[in-house]
C-alpha cells in the first residue's frame, strides 16, 4: 500500500498548481487572439467607413459617372478633361481614390471581400474606362502607369463583377 506523506501531498499540489497555470496561460493566450482579431475587424470597418464617407456625396458619383458613361473617350479627349478644372473637377480624383483602396487592399489593412462587396462596379468600370487612356500616358510620357493598385483590384474583382452581372441576366 502507498503511504501518504507530506512530501507526495507537497508534490500532487505542485502538480497541481502547474497545470492550473498551464490552463490559465492558454485561456489569457486564446483570450488575447480573440481580442487582437476584434480589434483588427474594428480597425478594418472604421477604415472602411472612412473610405465610403469621401464616396457619399453626389459630387463623388457625379465624377464617377463621367467615367463610367465615357466608355469610348481617347487620349486627348481625356487630357482635354484633366487639364480644365472645370471640366475634370475631380474625375482624376475618382482614380487616385480606387488606386488608394488598392493599396490598403494590398497591405493587408481593408479585406479584400469587403471591397469586392462594395466597390466592384466602380473598380470595373473605371479601370476598363480608364486603361487606354493610362496605357497611352504611359506610352507617351515615358513614365511608368502611376495607377498599379487600382489594376491589382480589377484583377482581383472583375471575375466576380461578370459573374454577378451574367446572374442578373438569367
Known amino acids: 500500500m502507498v503511504e501518504i506523506t507530506l512530501p507526495i501531498i507537497l508534490q500532487i499540489i505542485q502538480t497541481v498548481g ?25 480597425r478594418q470597418a472604421h477604415l472602411f467607413s472612412f473610405l465610403m464617407e469621401r464616396m457619399d456625396n453626389v459630387e463623388w458619383w457625379t465624377h464617377y459617372m463621367t467615367i463610367r458613361d465615357a466608355q469610348d473617350r481617347t487620349y486627348d479627349e481625356w487630357e482635354e478633361i484633366f487639364q480644365d478644372p472645370v471640366k475634370d473637377g475631380g474625375n482624376a480624383s475618382i482614380i487616385a481614390f480606387l488606386n488608394h483602396v488598392g ?21 470595373v468600370r473605371v479601370h476598363e474606362h480608364m486603361t487606354p ?26 471575375d466576380r463583377y461578370y459573374q454577378d452581372a451574367q446572374a442578373i441576366k438569367t
Open 18 to 42: 502547474i497545470l492550473v497555470g498551464i490552463i490559465y496561460y492558454i485561456t489569457i493566450m486564446r483570450n488575447n487572439q480573440r481580442t487582437r482579431e476584434t480589434e483588427l475587424e474594428t
Open 103 to 123: 493599396w490598403l487592399v494590398k497591405k493587408g489593412l481593408i479585406d479584400m471581400e469587403v471591397v469586392v462587396e462594395n466597390l466592384r462596379e466602380p473598380i
Open 133 to 158: 487612356y493610362l496605357e497611352e500616358y504611359e506610352r507617351r510620357t515615358g513614365r511608368p502607369q502611376p495607377y498599379t493598385h487600382l489594376k491589382y483590384l480589377y484583377e482581383h474583382v472583375k
